[in-house]
């Protein structure tokens, strides 16, 4: 861990994001209901939560729930949003106690109200905690995003708050729910699949990939800190050169 933490410390280093995948294999390669590797899986969250935060990491983007995974049967998609709250009201103390900022991406109107509203209560018992940002993908869908950002840009052009020219990279990335994060340094797939399944398209431009055949329930530290080894040997260019490897 201190070794990891220092090697941070020194590096650009600032935001994990994670695709946690591979929770309904899990359970049925164990005989159980997909609902049984959700809660498995949710409990992964706050143990990852913590030691990104023990070790200085700025953000933790999370993928919990797609625009695309309202298309599961409904018994599955009641028994994740149950989590969500079971989530809150048990780890809640902990975000507080860990000074941990949770933050949102996503349409939370779409959500059931209960949900919402656990949702945001935690939202705002932690918005000014200081420490690690736990940025939750809840019905949240990169195109959706990007779409929604579209609108919003015409909109300010359309009623004159700026200028068409204003329009860059920087004002797109503004306007989504990323707006003050930084971009994600790595993403990393749990679960096997090769594919990024909607999530964070315009801000993974320059992340370092990692897919692991790893099921969600099963990440720990461990496999953690592995990719973090191999991620400070990685040589991140952005388009240039680096001098100082020749190449
Ligand atoms: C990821 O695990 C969690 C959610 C998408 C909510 P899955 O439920 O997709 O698990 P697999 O991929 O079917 O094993
Ligand atoms: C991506 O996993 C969404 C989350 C982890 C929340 P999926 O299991 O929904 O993705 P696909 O269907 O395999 O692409
Ligand atoms: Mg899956």
Not at 67 to 91: G, Y
Not at 134 to 144: D, E, V
Request: charged share 30%.
């Amino acid at each position: 861990m201190e070794d990891l933490k220092e090697l941070i410390s020194n590096s650009s280093l600032k935001h994990i994001a994670m695709i946690m995948d591979g929770n309904g294999r899990w359970a049925t390669k164990r005989g159980e209901d997909r609902s049984y590797g959700h809660k498995f899986g949710s409990e992964r969250v706050i143990e990852i939560a913590q030691i990104c935060s023990d070790l200085g990491i700025k953000v933790l983007s999370l993928y919990a729930f797609s625009t695309e995974n309202w298309k599961r049967p409904e018994k599955e998609v009641i028994s994740i949003f149950n989590l969500l709250n079971k989530f809150i009201s048990r780890e809640l103390d902990t975000m507080i106690e860990k000074n941990i900022k949770l933050s949102i991406m996503g349409d939370l109107s779409q959500l059931p109200l209960i949900n919402r509203k656990a949702v945001e209560h935690a939202l705002k018992k932690t918005s000014s905690n200081t420490g690690l940002i736990l940025n939750i993908g809840l019905n949240y869908g990169s195109r959706a995003e990007i779409s929604t950002a579209f609108k919003r840009l015409y909109f300010d052009v359309r009623d004159g708050k700026i200028d068409i020219e204003d329009i860059d990279e920087k004002a797109i990335s503004k306007t989504l729910y990323t707006a003050d994060l930084p971009d994600p340094d790595i993403l990393i797939r749990t679960g096997g699949e090769k594919r990024v399944s909607n999530f964070m398209l315009y801000q993974i431009a320059y992340s370092e990939f990692y897919f692991i055949d790893t099921l969600w329930p099963d990440f720990d530290f461990a496999e953690l800190s592995k990719i973090l080894k191999d991620f400070f040997k990685r040589d991140r260019r952005f388009g240039g050169i680096n001098a100082n490897k020749g190449s």
